[in-house]
């Protein structure tokens, strides 16, 4: 088989509109369109945990109109009342908590007194009144 003189040049030429046409597609994707180059970061915020404090619901068959209990009927333990009396106060330590009454507007509740502590907040310490029954914070001084 004989080949005409220049064959060479030819196939040189033919590798190279080959190779050519592969550098074009590559870095300029004709049938792609050109791509999207606006980025959005989704900045993600964080809000901090609020813990919901311990409630139970209250049983009182007594026929009275208020709901409170007095002379120490708790529902509540006294490391929940220390747990509902540092949510609202973050940073503070709490002290030795004790049982106790209160009266508002009339009506007596028996409440924890948590007595807690943080020497770098103003005021430096607080005492909370915690509602023995449904875990509420009923006063504090």
């Given at each position: 088989?004989?080949?005409?003189?220049?064959?060479?040049?030819?196939?040189?030429?033919?590798?190279?509109?080959?190779?050519?046409?592969?550098?074009?597609?590559?870095?300029?994707?004709?049938?792609?369109?050109?791509?999207?180059?606006?980025?959005?970061?989704?900045?993600?915020?964080?809000?901090?945990?609020?813990?919901?404090?311990?409630?139970?619901?209250?049983?009182?068959?007594?026929?009275?109109?208020?709901?409170?209990?007095?002379?120490?009927?708790?529902?509540?333990?006294?490391?929940?009342?220390?747990?509902?009396?540092?949510?609202?106060?973050?940073?503070?330590?709490?002290?030795?908590?004790?049982?106790?009454?209160?009266?508002?507007?009339?009506?007596?509740?028996?409440?924890?007194?948590?007595?807690?502590?943080?020497?770098?907040?103003?005021?430096?310490?607080?005492?909370?009144?915690?509602?023995g029954v449904n875990g509420?914070?009923?006063?504090?001084?």
């Amino acid at each position: 088989m004989d080949l005409k003189e220049g064959w060479e040049i030819k196939a040189l030429i033919g590798v190279g509109v080959v190779v050519l046409l592969i550098i074009i597609y590559a870095y300029f994707v004709p049938f792609l369109g050109t791509p999207d180059t606006n980025t959005t970061q989704n900045q993600v915020t964080t809000t901090p945990v609020v813990p919901v404090p311990f409630s139970q619901p209250i049983n009182n068959n007594s026929t009275s109109n208020n709901n409170s209990t007095v002379n120490g009927n708790f529902t509540i333990t006294a490391d929940q009342a220390i747990k509902i009396a540092l949510n609202t106060n973050q940073g503070y330590s709490a002290g030795t908590t004790t049982q106790g009454n209160i009266i508002i507007n009339g009506t007596t509740y028996s409440v924890w007194i948590v007595p807690i502590n943080n020497p770098n907040a103003n005021p430096p310490s607080k005492t909370i009144f915690v509602d023995g029954v449904n875990g509420k914070i009923l006063q504090t001084t």
